[in-house]
């Protein structure tokens, strides 16, 4: 048996071992390489993907539809059936016809995860149109990489709209309820509905040539048109020679033929009052940019309140747009109701105004610059509020032209004025009220008799120049004389008596530096310019109504109101359900009765100021005021009278008239006075 031999090792040389080791190397790096190559070219291709995603949201955000398809994947577009040009028009056609205004994308969401080499991502849209937002609308795509390493946005007619196909289209349906009325405590329109007659140009019944010329001159002259507004009209690249050219609205009453002249009927804002309630109901327009910026609600074409009421209470009148936004199928058939609102019309504003003596008021003070605020002095309600001189309200309502608009603002006579509001010192009309201080505070009596002298008066020689003066010289004067007459020179002497501190914590209770809450701009009573009275002068002035004391027509309505109503001030309204503060006791019942009678006196007296007021059919009380005011050259005159309903206490009315006396203003409001509760009933 041979025996077994010991096996050789084997060695590998260093020169082998260096070759594996230079393998083993370049396949670990290769690997490396490899893998560094892959998931960094996945993280570049992640962040081109979700950057092209957000691109594509940001033009929709903008509604750049332009931009926004040349986002989109070219096979996409063509298995679709659209160019980028034509994908550009149906976004925008399709945005156009929902008319919307504004797009949000909310719960955007990109997938990390790449599925053959495509990223995807979703989001949702909320789109606001005229009749409320579309909300939530859910889309997704694909984001898939191209030849040249870019990405672009697989995209489909859904991505427009989320079920819409090739040839589906969007009808959108918008309408506005009506306007509400404006009515007066009865139901009686003030603002209203009506119909009108556009008078339109019918080019190819003008004629040629001469002929056109004269007839364009005979309508330029019957319908009191600039001809070169005709001719700008007619000059527009849209007319043709069987197009209506709208020139003029008008009453139906006041059409007239003319050759190459033809009528529309219009329906729009009427004013039965018009001229007569012009300041309080104001007119409607259409909106301006202006109004668009303020109110990104209002779009263009639409009608707004522009002054008084219409405007003050133009979101509850405006008529609310209601309508449909509905998908439909190549057939026309509707596939899905995108948002459907209900049209609303506006509210009605029912006023405490009574229309009858609102026009009868207006028809008595025509021709003069005045004012007539009729109150109910138990409740507030004011019943009537009139300013003259006054405007055309249907007229800037149907199209004022800019001459005719200039023409308001130069007349010195102020027509857009509305007097009612506008503060002046309200002369002797006041001494009510510093009589009530007086005979509340004890300093005023009924009994007590001032002595005076002459027609002129001053405390004491500090006064320099200055003077009280007064129209009847009586030499004993009570309260009641002093009524009756209207004297200056008792009132003044009470006041100074009275003091600064006693005369300023009476007039405290009425309502100087308030504001009354009216739907409409006031500035608030004044009893002097700081506030206070710190001067004998001003003082004495303004217990006679006058120094630096101003009140409008409306706030001498409320502040007397007292003084018929058991001393009671009762807050202004000017509809029933409006809010007004609580009523105040601003005078005793006691004192408020005392003057009450002795209003009686300053017209069954026969030397009362106003006596004239007499011989109505009904017992009347009153007072008067003539204020002075410095005019353009000299001081003037301003005529209050205050009367009331002595009987029914159904009314107290301010009336003023500029540059008259007091008398004249009696002469001129008589008539009113007179079928007042007739009116009233």
Do not use: C
Not at 197 to 215: F, W
């Amino acid at each position: 048996m041979s025996a077994n031999k010991p096996k050789k090792k084997l060695k590998l040389s260093w020169t082998l071992w260096g070759i594996v080791l230079v393998v083993l190397v370049a396949v670990i790096g290769g690997i490396g390489w490899m893998a560094w190559s892959y998931f960094n070219g996945k993280g570049s291709d992640l962040a081109a993907a979700e950057e092209k995603s957000k691109e594509f949201i940001g033009y929709l955000e903008e509604q750049d539809f332009s931009e926004l398809a040349n986002t989109a994947t070219e096979s996409t577009l063509v298995d679709a059936g659209y160019t980028r040009e034509q994908l550009t028009e149906l976004y925008q056609t399709t945005f156009d016809e929902m008319q919307i205004s504004n797009v949000e994308v909310t719960n955007f969401l990109f997938n990390e995860n790449e599925t053959d080499d495509r990223y995807e991502f979703s989001y949702q849209l909320n789109l606001t149109s005229p009749i409320g937002t579309v909300e939530e609308l859910a889309y997704s795509s694909f984001l898939t990489k191209d030849a040249d390493g870019e990405f672009t946005v697989d995209w489909n007619p859904n991505l427009i709209l989320p079920g819409m196909e090739p040839g589906d289209t969007v009808d959108a349906q918008f309408s506005k309820g009506e306007r509400g009325n404006i009515l007066d405590r009865d139901g009686d329109p003030l603002a209203i509905a009506g119909t009108w007659l556009q008078a339109g140009l019918h080019p190819s019944l003008l004629g040629e040539g001469e002929v056109r010329t004269e007839n364009l001159n005979q309508i330029s002259e019957t319908f009191d048109v600039p001809l070169e507004y005709l001719e700008e009209l007619l000059g527009q690249s849209w007319v043709t020679g069987d197009s209506f050219v709208p020139f003029k609205v008008m009453a139906n009453e006041d059409s007239v033929q003319a050759t190459g002249v033809v009528y529309q009927e219009l329906t729009m804002r009427t004013y039965p009052l018009n001229e007569a309630a012009a300041h309080l109901i104001g007119y409607v327009g259409e909106v301006s940019a202006e109004d668009i910026e303020k109110n990104p609600a209002l779009a263009v074409g639409d009608t707004i309140g522009k002054s008084g009421l219409e405007a003050a209470f133009d979101e509850q009148l405006r008529g609310k747009l209601g309508g449909k936004i509905v998908l439909n199928d190549v057939q026309g058939n509707t596939k899905e109701v995108l948002k459907e609102t209900e049209i609303s019309n506006g509210e009605d504003v029912q006023l405490t105004i009574d229309a009858d003596v609102q026009q009868k008021a207006y028809e008595e003070l025509e021709g003069v610059n005045g004012s007539v605020v009729v109150m109910n002095p138990e409740d507030g309600s004011l019943i009537a509020l009139v300013s003259t001189p006054s405007y055309d309200a249907g007229l800037m309502t149907r199209g004022i032209t800019n001459e005719a608009y200039q023409a308001y603002l130069d007349d010195e006579n102020s027509p857009f004025l509305a007097r009612y509001t506008a503060r002046l010192a309200p002369g002797s009309t006041f001494k009510m009220i510093t009589a009530g201080i007086g005979l509340d505070s004890g300093t005023t009596t009924a009994e007590e008799i001032h002595e005076i002298g002459g027609d002129s008066w001053q405390a004491n020689a500090s006064w320099g120049n200055y003077s009280v003066h007064r129209v009847t010289e009586v030499p004993e004067v009570t309260l009641k004389d002093a009524l009756v007459y209207s004297d200056n020179i008792f009132f003044a002497q009470e006041a100074l008596e009275m003091g600064q501190e006693t005369f300023e914590q009476g007039t405290e209770k009425f309502i100087f530096g308030e504001s009354l809450n009216l739907p409409f701009s006031m500035e608030p009573a004044q009893l002097s310019n700081s506030g206070t009275l710190d001067s004998e002068i001003l003082l004495a002035d303004t217990a006679y109504g006058q120094g630096e004391l101003l009140m409008s027509p409306v706030q001498q309505a409320v502040s007397f109101s007292p003084f018929v109503n058991g001393g009671n001030l009762v807050y202004p309204k000017l509809t029933n359900d409006q809010e007004t503060n609580e009523t105040k006791q601003v005078v005793s019942a006691e004192s408020a009765e005392l003057i009450r009678s002795y209003l009686l006196e300053v017209v069954a007296n026969q030397n009362g100021t106003a006596h004239q007021l007499a011989d109505l059919p009904y017992t009347i009380g009153a007072k008067t005021g003539t204020a002075e005011f410095q005019g353009l050259e000299e001081n003037e005159d301003n005529g209050f009278v205050m009367a009331f309903d002595a009987e029914e206490n159904s009314y107290v009315m301010i009336g003023l008239v500029e540059g008259r006396t007091s008398g004249e203003v009696i002469t001129i409001l008589k008539p009113l006075l007179q079928e007042m509760p007739a009116l009233l009933q």
